[in-house]
């Protein structure tokens, strides 16, 4: 199984990007999917999360500017981020998980000027 997350990039405060999470090698659809992001000198963190059926949950620091979606016949799943702030700057991973299974993408930056 791979998770592959791409969509990060340089963007100015008050901009959007759209991070992208495709699987490959599972029943994508058995999988929750969380979003995680790491600042430097920072902690790990839940942005966003969706179950395997479409129930979402999102950090108090992100709620209102990012919805994280998926489509289960394309294996992706999507964090569209709104109204970006400086603070938002970090490696963003995803995250499927059923049960005790659990696997990680590779990171991709997101970078937001001032």
């Known amino acids: 199984v791979q998770l592959q997350a791409f969509g990060g990039g340089l963007v100015q405060a008050g901009g959007s990007l759209r991070l992208s999470c495709v699987a490959s090698g599972t029943i994508f659809s058995f999988y929750s999917v969380g979003w995680y992001r790491q600042a430097p000198g920072k902690q790990r963190e839940l942005v966003a999360s969706i179950s395997n059926g479409g129930s979402t949950s999102y950090a108090e620091f992100v709620k209102g500017r990012f919805t994280i979606s998926r489509d289960n016949a394309e294996r992706t799943v999507y964090l569209q981020m709104n109204s970006l702030k400086p603070e938002d700057t970090a490696v963003y991973y995803c995250?499927?998980?059923?049960?005790?299974?659990?696997?990680w993408g590779q990171g991709t930056q997101v970078t937001v000027s001032s």
């Open positions: 995250k499927a998980s059923l049960a005790s299974i659990v696997y």
